[in-house]
């Protein structure tokens, strides 16, 4: 049986936006570049927080979320 964690805390990074629809994509977070050159998230014009890359929980750690369409059975 194949067990998918769906609360794995994933960080969110520009990429993770280039599956919605073109007809939603007024609602895409962009990101800015503050003055100290810090990145943010900017959602409904406002900056909502600050934009990271993905978290490294350790050594060798996947870095993304593979395509769960081609998981393998079992």
């Not at 805390?9 to 990101?31: F, G």
């Not at 100290?36 to 350790?58: E, L, M, N």
């Amino acid at each position: 049986m194949v067990v998918i964690d769906s609360d794995a805390h994933v960080v969110e990074t520009e990429h993770t936006w280039d599956y919605m629809e073109a007809s939603d994509s007024k609602y895409r977070p962009r990101i800015v570049t503050g003055d100290d050159d810090t990145k943010y998230w900017v959602i409904d014009g406002q900056i909502r927080g600050q934009a990271r890359g993905p978290a490294r929980a350790s050594p060798g750690a996947p870095q993304g979320l593979p395509d769960l369409g081609n998981l393998p059975d079992g």
